[in-house]
C-alpha cells in the first residue's frame, strides 16, 4: 500500500501518528515548491532527517562542531566505500567520534527538521519502505516526543523572529556597550565568531552547522544583551555604508587630484601653438645667409707678413722652380692665371714662381714640394678664400 498525501488534508502529526502506530520502516518524503525533506523511520520510530537529501547534514554538524578533524574523514571515506555505508556510520564504526557526541547532535538534528516542517503551510508527502538511512547511528525518538519538543519551541521562534525577520538579515557587532564586562556562553561565542557584518544569518546556519533555531534565539540573545545589532533585508548594514563611503571618498579624491593636474592632451597642444612663435622668433634672430656680410667671409686686410730674417742655408730650389723664376724675369709684367680671373702683378708672383693652375679651387702641389723659405701657406689660403668670395 503507497501512502502519500497532501498536508493541507493530513498534518504532520497525523502522519507520524500513523506512521508509528503501523510501525512503518522506511523513508518519508515531504515536498513544497523550493523544498525537499526527509524523514527516517525504524519500525515507527525517527532515525534520522534532514531538510537537503542531497546533502550530509549530520556529518557538516559534525566537521562544524570540531567533533572529527581531517584524517578521521580521510579513513572514514575509505572504510565507507569498502563496505557500502554511510561516512557517519563509517566514523562510529572506526571509533573516530564519541557514541554519546554523535546521538546528540543526530538527535538535535531530528528535533531541527520537525520543528522545521511544522512551520510549513503546505506541501505534499510520500512514504517508500525502500529507502533506508545509510547513516543510521542508532537513534529511536519517537515522533510524538519529536513533535511535542519542537512545538515548544514555537513560542520562543515567535518573539525571536522579531528581532531578526528573516534569514537575509546581517547582524553585526556593536561597536560601544554598555557592559563593561559581558559574559557569554560557549554556543554564543561560536555564533559571535561569525559575525562578520556582511554574513546573512543563513549563511552563519550554513557555517556553524547547527538548525536556523539554534542560531537565531542566540543572535536574539545578543541583541538583548546589547551586544549585537540586526539589520533587516533591503537595508544596509553598518559596514557596508563605511564601505560605500569609503567608496565615495576615494572617486572624490580621485575627480580632486584631476582637477589639479592639467590635462596632457592640453599642454600638448598648447606647446603646438607656441612652437611656430619660437622658429619666427629664431628666424628674426639669424640673418639669411645673403645678408651675411663680406667681411665674414674676406678679412678687411690682408695680415702683414714681416720677413724678419733669411735662412743661412738655405735648400737650393728646385731645377724647375729656377727655370720658372728666370722667364718671369725676362717678363716682368707676366700675368698669372687663376681660374676665369686674370691678376697683374698678383703678389703671389713675388713670393713663388708663377704656375697656371688647372684646378681654381686647389692649392698648388708644388706649394709644400718647394720648401721655399719665402712661401707663406696662411696667407695663401686667405687669397684663395678672398677670390671664392668676389
Known amino acids: 500500500m503507497k501512502l502519500e498525501g497532501s498536508l493541507d488534508a493530513f498534518g504532520l502529526s497525523d502522519v507520524f501518528h500513523l506512521l508509528q502506530a503501523t510501525q512503518k520502516t522506511g523513508g518519508l518524503w515531504l515536498r513544497r515548491e523550493g523544498s525537499e525533506a526527509l524523514v527516517h523511520l525504524e519500525d515507527g520510530a525517527i532515525s534520522a532527517a534532514t531538510l537537503d537529501p542531497a546533502r550530509m547534514g549530520l556529518l557538516r554538524r559534525l566537521v562544524m562542531t570540531g567533533a572529527v578533524d581531517d584524517e578521521a574523514i580521510a579513513d572514514a571515506a575509505t572504510y565507507a566505500a569498502d563496505n557500502g555505508i554511510g561516512l557517519v556510520a563509517a566514523l562510529q564504526a572506526l571509533d573516530l567520534v564519541a557514541d554519546d557526541e554523535l546521538t546528540r547532535l543526530a538527535r538535535v538534528m531530528v528535533i531541527d527538521v520537525v520543528f522545521d516542517l511544522l512551520q510549513w503551510p503546505e506541501g505534499d508527502f510520500s512514504f517508500a519502505a525502500e529507502d533506508r538511512s545509510a547513516d543510521d547511528v542508532g537513534l529511536r525518538l519517537a515522533t510524538a516526543e519529536a513533535v511535542t519538543e519542537a512545538r515548544s519551541r514555537v513560542d520562543r521562534w515567535e518573539s525571536a523572529a522579531v528581532t531578526v525577520p528573516s534569514p537575509a538579515s546581517v547582524p553585526s557587532i556593536i561597536e560601544r556597550v554598555d557592559d563593561p564586562t559581558p559574559v557569554l556562553a560557549a554556543e554564543q561565542w561560536s555564533i559571535l565568531a561569525l559575525i562578520d557584518g556582511r554574513r546573512s544569518v543563513q549563511e552563519m546556519v550554513d557555517l556553524i552547522g547547527v538548525g536556523a533555531f539554534d542560531v537565531v534565539i542566540v543572535l536574539a540573545d545578543l541583541v538583548e544583551a546589547g551586544l549585537v545589532q540586526v539589520t533587516p533585508p533591503g537595508d544596509e548594514a553598518p559596514l557596508q555604508v563605511r564601505l560605500?563611503?569609503?567608496?565615495?571618498?576615494?572617486?572624490?579624491?580621485?575627480?580632486?587630484?584631476?582637477?589639479?593636474?592639467?590635462?596632457?592632451?592640453?599642454?600638448?597642444?598648447?606647446?603646438?601653438?607656441?612652437?611656430?612663435?619660437?622658429?619666427?622668433?629664431?628666424?628674426?634672430?639669424?640673418?639669411?645667409?645673403?645678408?651675411?656680410?663680406?667681411?665674414?667671409?674676406?678679412?678687411?686686410?690682408?695680415?702683414?707678413?714681416?720677413?724678419?730674417?733669411?735662412?743661412?742655408h738655405p735648400e737650393p730650389a728646385p731645377v724647375g722652380a729656377s727655370r720658372a723664376r728666370a722667364s718671369l724675369a725676362s717678363r716682368p709684367h707676366a700675368t698669372t692665371v687663376v681660374g676665369a680671373n686674370a691678376v697683374a702683378n698678383d703678389p703671389l708672383d713675388q713670393m713663388h714662381p708663377a704656375r697656371e693652375l688647372a684646378d681654381p679651387h686647389a692649392l698648388p702641389e708644388s706649394a709644400d714640394e718647394d720648401a721655399d723659405p719665402l712661401f707663406n701657406r696662411s696667407l695663401v689660403l686667405r687669397l684663395i678664400a678672398g677670390v671664392r668670395g668676389l
Open 244 to 312: 560605500r563611503r569609503l567608496e565615495l571618498m576615494g572617486l572624490l579624491d580621485a575627480a580632486a587630484a584631476a582637477a589639479d593636474e592639467p590635462d596632457a592632451r592640453a599642454v600638448s597642444a598648447k606647446a603646438s601653438a607656441s612652437a611656430p612663435s619660437a622658429t619666427a622668433a629664431r628666424a628674426r634672430e639669424e640673418p639669411a645667409p645673403s645678408q651675411l656680410s663680406r667681411s665674414g667671409v674676406v678679412p678687411e686686410r690682408a695680415e702683414p707678413f714681416p720677413l724678419t730674417r733669411r735662412p743661412d
